[in-house]
């Protein structure tokens, strides 16, 4: 089955950081582009981050872009989301997407079903 | 505010046909393919537009997508109970360089 599971979510202060995981299954890893996505509680979705499958192409929301990095390693088919200088408008439910190929290129095809941020004090 | 617009709420009862608009611009509707998302609630979005118009195997034919210049729809036919979920649009967004999605739609079932 194919299948992505967050992890590493939880309560933070401001100004703090908090790692996510993604770990993959069912499917090849190494060959997909992944993303994260967030919502925060009762908003809509908002994109933060892309990275291509060898991590050459990485993009950024310019809401995170200095404070966020995103990774892989491809050998342990996980994704990566490591989250500094955390704010209260991080606060939401992350989710790790994957990227289609072929026809479904830039298509999220498959989500992980979340994990929680919440930033307060 | 979301870079893509889409209207906050539609409503529709079983059976009747109901359309979603999503309005952007030419840096990235205008000039990028356009993808749809259904949210049930409490649960994870899933794919259900791609390119356009193209519907994943698994989609019921009831939902279609369709683009024209700066601004895209969903359209659903014969609505169901189970269609009620927030549909989100999507695209590339060339003078951002990263992925931007509409603020959301609400879709009630009467």
């Known amino acids: 089955e194919v299948q992505l599971v967050e992890s590493g979510g939880g309560l933070v202060k401001p100004g703090g950081s908090l790692r996510l995981s993604c770990a993959a299954s069912?499917?090849?890893?190494?060959?997909?582009?992944m993303n994260w996505v967030r919502q925060a509680p009762g908003k809509g979705l908002e994109w933060v981050s892309s990275i291509g499958s060898r991590s050459s192409s990485i993009y950024y929301a310019d809401s995170v872009k200095g404070r966020f990095t995103i990774s892989r390693d491809n050998a342990q088919n996980s994704l990566y989301l490591q989250m500094n200088s955390l704010r209260a408008e991080d606060t939401a439910v992350y989710y790790c997407a994957r990227e289609g190929e072929q026809q479904l290129v830039q298509a999220f095809d498959i989500w992980g079903q979340g994990t929680m941020v919440t930033v307060s004090s | 505010q979301s870079v893509l617009t889409q209207p906050p709420s539609a409503s529709g009862t079983p059976g009747q046909r109901v359309t979603i608009s999503c309005s952007g611009s030419s840096s990235n509707i205008g000039n990028n393919y356009v993808y749809w998302y259904q949210q049930l609630p409490g649960t994870a979005p899933k794919l259900l537009i791609y390119r356009n118009d193209q519907r994943p195997s698994g989609v019921p034919d009831r939902f279609s997508g369709s683009k024209s210049g700066t601004s895209a729809s969903l359209a659903i036919s014969g609505l169901r109970s189970e269609d009620e979920a927030d549909y989100y649009c999507?695209?590339?967004?060339?003078?951002?360089?990263?992925?931007?999605f509409g603020g959301g739609t609400k879709l009630t079932v009467l």
């Open positions: 999507a695209a590339w967004d060339d003078r951002l360089s990263g992925r931007v």
């Open positions: 069912g499917f090849t890893f190494r060959t997909y582009s």
